[in-house]
């Protein structure tokens, strides 16, 4: 059976082990895989820190009701954000970074801004 290198695709003389045909196809194998995983983060960074501006415009005062529908309209994803914090009464907030959200039964959300003391703790 006649092994190929992973990235050229040329038949490969060594060991039986060997993956590549020299060092210059490894490197360029591994560099094609790691820009596909940043790609991924890349994109994903990008929505988080779209959504992050976002909440920061809309609550310059650490605390403010607004309509989902306006948040969707200046391109909130609500399927991206960095962790959720439940309060002792059941109430979820959902933050991406230090600003947060809480969904309201009536289509609003109220916007919130963690405190920086609370933040690092």
């Known amino acids: 059976m006649e092994r190929l290198c992973l990235d050229c695709g ?11 045909c020299d060092d210059s196809c490894r490197n360029n194998y591994n560099n094609r895989l790691k820009t596909e995983d ?8 990008s929505i988080l820190k779209k959504n992050r501006t976002i909440l920061a415009q809309f609550n310059p005062n650490g605390k403010a009701k607004i309509s989902r529908k306006k948040l969707i309209s200046a391109g909130f994803n609500f399927d991206y954000h960095t962790y959720s914090y439940e309060t002792q009464n059941g109430n979820c907030y959902i933050f991406c970074y230090e600003y947060g959200y809480l969904l309201l039964n009536n289509e609003k959300v109220l916007l919130v801004k963690r405190e920086e003391s609370l933040w690092l703790a």
Not at 10 to 20: C, H, L, Q, V
Not at 38 to 45: F, G, K, P, Q, T
Request: aromatic share 6%.
């Open 38 to 45: 940043h790609l991924v983060l890349r994109r994903i960074n």
């Open 10 to 20: 040329t038949p490969i003389k060594g060991r039986a082990d060997k993956k590549f």
